[in-house]
């Protein structure tokens, strides 16, 4: 028998063990790719089916008892492939004596952080049921009271509270990830498919509409308002409760903070009598202090380190009088206190703070020493009884149920937060967002858009002046100036916390509502 030359036999025992080798690679190589297969799938959050749970209830609001139906619910919205991505809570009232089948108004609620869920609005503003709680003191530990809240809009309106992603009842699903949600664009693209998906399966396309969001819930109103009108979804109006729609102006090196800020400086210095020789008119001083910010204050701040000392005393001795801080402060802080530092300065003889949203509201640090209180005595007064009373609410009366506490704070969300924005017209987004340009884009393509800008006089956080500043440089045409509303409570950011405030919301709402309307016809 003729054997094989030796290099044959070689090259074969060469070609097996290639295979053998390539054999086992590809075993690996599937092994590996069903372990990231089922790695992936583990990452996957469950997603839950739409559901709904219904309650009735019935309150008097202007000597008229409204009937409504309750529904906690959720909505699925989809990523770009059309896969769920996030499951968005919301509660839902509707007037149960609803004139034409879906054309009464609906109004949408968020709102803001960025990270919070909408209980504050739920709990305090404009819903069926309010939770009691003390004004410019902190509410006492529980039970606490919900009862029917006579300065409801749901004689007006249809009410729809929404969650942001992260936050209440809020989450992602499926493949979906913080990231996905937590930005302004992100932010705007899921609540315009969250409330797009309610109006859908609801039937709502004809009815009237509106936005409402407080704080950083009116940056995502401004935005949110021209990216469905652009989609296709027309609104009536939008309410903007303790606005911010320029986060630019804060940015170093500007001096604009200050002067948007003195005016809400001089009416908490007012509030707690540190006024030199305090006027009795709280309007006329303020009308006063908003003159002296735009104009000579302004001006001395545009000069900088080229302020002479004569300058800086005269201008240190006319900002005391509106701040209740003294000159010689005033002159080591170059004339620049932001509201921390406020916060920490005006009762420091006192050994107290200043709340950051109400103003009317006092701490008790650990020491008077220091640059910056401790806490925001104006946050820690309502919070255990908004989310105490919300938490029992939901589950005893909404009778909604979940396997995942409700969030209070969404967790890495303002720290994880993507701030750039695109804006129409410009190639680079923006680093911060200007939303005050969409908002009078939509305006300008739907002029029959009303917005009504509510404001609190003792608001740190989002200072009446600065909004007045930042509408009043929309832009807009003299034919559509008229479609913004201003209105002023004594109260703070949330203000609603001051009953009295309450009530006059409720009937300046009221006016809105009839007008935004009547605009249509």
Same mark, same amino acid.
């Given at each position: 028998?003729?054997?094989?030359?030796?290099?044959?036999?070689?090259?074969?025992?060469? +070609? /097996? @063990?290639?295979? *053998? #080798?390539?054999?086992?690679?590809?075993?690996?190589?599937?092994?590996?790719?069903? =372990? %990231?297969?089922?790695?992936?799938?583990?990452?996957?959050?469950?997603?839950?089916?739409?559901?709904?749970?219904?309650?009735?209830?019935?309150?008097?609001?202007?000597?008229?008892?409204?009937?409504?139906?309750?529904?906690?619910?959720?909505?699925?919205?989809?990523?770009?492939?059309?896969?769920?991505?996030?499951?968005?809570?919301?509660?839902?009232?509707?007037?149960?004596?609803?004139?034409?089948?879906?054309?009464?108004?609906?109004?949408?609620?968020?709102?803001?952080?960025?990270?919070?869920?909408?209980?504050?609005?739920?709990?305090?503003?404009?819903?069926?049921?309010?939770?009691?709680?003390?004004?410019?003191?902190?509410?006492?530990?529980?039970?606490?009271?919900?009862?029917?809240?006579?300065?409801?809009?749901?004689?007006?309106?249809? +009410? /729809? @509270?929404?969650? *942001? #992603?992260?936050?209440?009842?809020?989450?992602?699903?499926?493949?979906?990830?913080? =990231? %996905?949600?937590?930005?302004?664009?992100?932010?705007?693209?899921?609540?315009?498919?969250?409330?797009?998906?309610?109006?859908?399966?609801?039937?709502?396309?004809?009815?009237?509409?509106?936005?409402?969001?407080?704080?950083?819930?009116?940056?995502?109103?401004?935005?949110?308002?021209?990216?469905?009108?652009?989609?296709?979804?027309?609104?009536?109006?939008?309410?903007?409760?303790?606005?911010?729609?320029?986060?630019?102006?804060?940015?170093?090196?500007?001096?604009?903070?200050?002067?948007?800020?003195?005016?809400?400086?001089?009416?908490?210095?007012?509030?707690?009598?540190?006024?030199?020789?305090?006027?009795?008119?709280?309007?006329?001083?303020?009308?006063?202090?908003?003159?002296?910010?735009?104009?000579?204050?302004?001006?001395?701040?545009?000069?900088?380190?080229?302020?002479?000392?004569?300058?800086?005393?005269?201008?240190?001795?006319?900002?005391?009088?509106?701040?209740?801080?003294?000159?010689?402060?005033?002159?080591?802080?170059?004339?620049?206190?932001?509201?921390?530092?406020?916060?920490?300065?005006?009762?420091?003889?006192?050994?107290?703070?200043?709340?950051?949203?109400?103003?009317?509201?006092?701490?008790?640090?650990?020491?008077?020493?220091?640059?910056?209180?401790?806490?925001?005595?104006?946050?820690?007064?309502?919070?255990?009884?908004?989310?105490?009373?919300?938490?029992?609410?939901?589950?005893?009366?909404?009778?909604?149920?979940?396997?995942?506490?409700?969030?209070?704070?969404?967790?890495?969300?303002?720290?994880?937060?993507?701030?750039?924005?695109?804006?129409?017209?410009?190639?680079?987004?923006?680093?911060?967002?200007?939303?005050?340009?969409?908002?009078?884009?939509?305006?300008?393509?739907?002029?029959?858009?009303?917005?009504?800008?509510?404001?609190?006089?003792?608001?740190?956080?989002?200072?009446?002046?600065?909004?007045?500043?930042?509408?009043?440089?929309?832009?807009?045409?003299?034919?559509?100036?008229?479609?913004?509303?201003?209105?002023?409570?004594?109260?703070?950011?949330?203000?609603?916390?001051?009953?009295?405030?309450?009530?006059?919301?409720?009937?300046?709402?009221?006016?809105?509502?009839?007008?935004?309307?009547?605009?249509?016809?």
């Amino acid at each position: 028998m003729r054997r094989k030359p030796f290099g044959a036999l070689l090259a074969s025992l060469l +070609l /097996v @063990f290639s295979l *053998a #080798v390539h054999a086992a690679e590809d075993d690996k190589d599937a092994e590996s790719a069903d =372990k %990231d297969a089922k790695s992936a799938k583990k990452d996957e959050k469950p997603v839950p089916p739409e559901k709904t749970a219904v309650s009735h209830g019935s309150v008097d609001v202007g000597g008229r008892a409204v009937r409504y139906t309750a529904t906690a619910g959720n909505v699925l919205i989809h990523d770009k492939d059309n896969k769920p991505n996030a499951s968005v809570f919301y509660v839902a009232y509707t007037a149960d004596a609803a004139r034409g089948a879906g054309e009464r108004p609906v109004t949408f609620f968020y709102n803001g952080g960025p990270g919070s869920p909408s209980v504050w609005l739920h709990m305090g503003s404009v819903a069926p049921v309010r939770v009691e709680s003390a004004s410019a003191q902190a509410t006492a530990p529980p039970p606490y009271r919900l009862v029917p809240n006579a300065y409801s809009l749901i004689d007006r309106s249809d +009410l /729809v @509270f929404i969650d *942001a #992603v992260g936050t209440g009842f809020s989450t992602p699903v499926g493949k979906g990830k913080g =990231k %996905d949600f937590w930005g302004v664009d992100q932010d705007l693209d899921a609540f315009a498919k969250a409330i797009t998906r309610y109006v859908t399966i609801n039937h709502r396309w004809n009815a009237p509409k509106f936005l409402f969001g407080e704080s950083y819930g009116t940056t995502r109103s401004a935005g949110l308002v021209n990216k469905l009108q652009n989609d296709g979804m027309a609104f009536n109006g939008v309410v903007l409760l303790s606005s911010i729609l320029n986060y630019g102006a804060n940015s170093p090196g500007l001096d604009q903070t200050y002067v948007g800020a003195l005016p809400t400086l001089a009416a908490i210095a007012w509030y707690h009598d540190k006024v030199p020789n305090k006027p009795a008119d709280l309007h006329a001083f303020l009308d006063e202090a908003r003159a002296f910010a735009a104009g000579e204050y302004a001006t001395a701040l545009a000069k900088g380190q080229n302020l002479s000392p004569v300058e800086l005393d005269a201008m240190a001795a006319k900002l005391a009088r509106y701040t209740g801080l003294s000159a010689q402060y005033l002159k080591e802080a170059n004339l620049r206190v932001n509201q921390s530092r406020f916060r920490k300065e005006l009762l420091r003889d006192e050994r107290r703070t200043l709340g950051r949203y109400d103003g009317r509201y006092e701490g008790i640090d650990l020491d008077a020493a220091g640059e910056n209180p401790e806490f925001d005595p104006s946050s820690t007064a309502i919070t255990g009884a908004y989310i105490g009373a919300f938490n029992h609410y939901v589950e005893d009366t909404l009778k909604w149920s979940s396997d995942t506490p409700y969030v209070r704070t969404g967790p890495d969300i303002i720290r994880d937060w993507d701030w750039k924005h695109a804006q129409d017209g410009s190639r680079f987004p923006q680093r911060v967002p200007y939303v005050a340009a969409d908002l009078a884009r939509a305006m300008r393509e739907n002029p029959k858009l009303q917005v009504l800008s509510a404001n609190g006089w003792f608001d740190l956080a989002t200072p009446f002046f600065a909004t007045e500043y930042d509408i009043s440089h929309m832009q807009l045409d003299a034919s559509l100036r008229g479609n913004v509303t201003f209105t002023y409570y004594p109260s703070g950011h949330m203000v609603y916390l001051n009953v009295d405030a309450l009530k006059q919301f409720k009937a300046d709402l009221d006016r809105f509502y009839d007008h935004a309307l009547a605009a249509v016809h």
